[in-house]
C-alpha cells in the first residue's frame, strides 16, 4: 500500500504580504516521505508539499484512459521527477530522481489515486488553516 506522509507543516518562510502562486508553493513545506508497504521510497525536509499536493491533484483530474506519467516540476528542485508517478506496463509506480533505483511495486490507477487523495485533502485543510486563505484556486474540480 502506498502512502504519502508529512509532518510539521510551516509556513514560517511565507511573508503574510506575498500572494503570488508561487510563494504559497515554495512556502508551505513540511517534511515529506513516501512509502509503500514498511519500505520507504523517498524522504525531504522541507518539502514544498501544497505544490505537490496542487499539482498531483490536477494529475488525479485527467481521465484514466490520457492519463500520462506524473512528474513533479517543482519551483523548489532543478530537477524534474523529485515525486514521479509513471505507468510500467499494465501498472503505476511511484519513486523520486533523487533515488532512481528505488521504486515501488505496481498498482492500478485507482489504488494511485486513494492513496494520494487523502494527502492532497489533508495538505489543502491544514495549508487553508495556516495560511488563513481559500485554496480552491489550486485545486479546482473542473
Request: without cysteine; charged residues 30%.
Amino acid at each position: 500500500m502506498i502512502r504519502i506522509r508529512y509532518t510539521g507543516l510551516t509556513t514560517a518562510d511565507l511573508n503574510p504580504e506575498w500572494t503570488a502562486l508561487g510563494e504559497l508553493f515554495v512556502h508551505v513545506e513540511a517534511d515529506i516521505s513516501i512509502w509503500d508497504g514498511e519500505r520507504e521510497l523517498y524522504s525531504e525536509i522541507l518539502f514544498p508539499v501544497l505544490e505537490l499536493a496542487s499539482r498531483v491533484h490536477d494529475w488525479t483530474r485527467v481521465d484514466s484512459v490520457d492519463r500520462e506519467d506524473f512528474e513533479l516540476d517543482s519551483l523548489s528542485f532543478e530537477e524534474t521527477g523529485v515525486v514521479r508517478i509513471v505507468r510500467f506496463g499494465p501498472g503505476w509506480s511511484l519513486g523520486s530522481v533523487h533515488e532512481p533505483g528505488r521504486w515501488s511495486g505496481r498498482y492500478s490507477l485507482e489504488e494511485v489515486d486513494a492513496a494520494v487523495l487523502p494527502f492532497v485533502r489533508r495538505v489543502r485543510a491544514e495549508a487553508e488553516a495556516k495560511v488563513g486563505i481559500d485554496l480552491s484556486m489550486l485545486f479546482e474540480e473542473s
